[in-house]
Nanobody, 123 residues
Framework: QVQLVESGGGLVQAGGSLRLSCAAS????????MGWFRQTPGKEREFVAR????????YYGDSVKGRFTISRDNAKNTVYLQMNSLKPEDTAVYYC????????????????WGQGTQVTVSS
């Protein structure tokens, strides 16, 4: 297990950019696939992006493909989400999560979660 803390959220105008960070503590971070999810009130947690434990492959939800980029720095125990061309519909609480399962995509595939960071995109 790892402990995860997100940062970097805030208020941005449509078309702008933000970079989220997720700092991890715990020795198992480097063996975990990491993901980003987002959630708005009354809706289920939505998959945003995933990166393999070694950074070798990435996978994105359809709604963010071509706009968001996930990356990680295992030396710093940190995973990032670069968000460009933001839209009002990207407004949500963003969570990072860790998984030790094969090709995780569903929220239930991830076992460690951060507290979330709010992203608000104004039109």
């Amino acid at each position: 297990q790892v402990q995860l803390v997100e940062s970097g959220g805030g208020l941005v105008q449509a078309g702008g950019s933000l970079r989220l960070s997720c700092a991890a503590s715990g020795r198992t971070f480097t063996s975990a696939d990491m993901g980003w999810f987002r959630q708005t009130p009354g809706k289920e947690r939505e998959f945003v992006a995933r990166i393999r434990w070694n950074g070798g492959s990435t996978y994105y939800g359809d709604s963010v493909k071509g706009r968001f980029t996930i990356s990680r720095d295992n030396a710093k125990n940190t995973v990032y989400l670069q968000m460009n061309s933001l839209k009002p519909e990207d407004t949500a609480v963003y969570y990072c999560a860790a998984s030790w399962r094969q090709s995780p995509v569903r929220a239930t595939d991830f076992t460690s979660w951060g507290q979330g960071t709010q992203v608000t995109v104004s039109s």
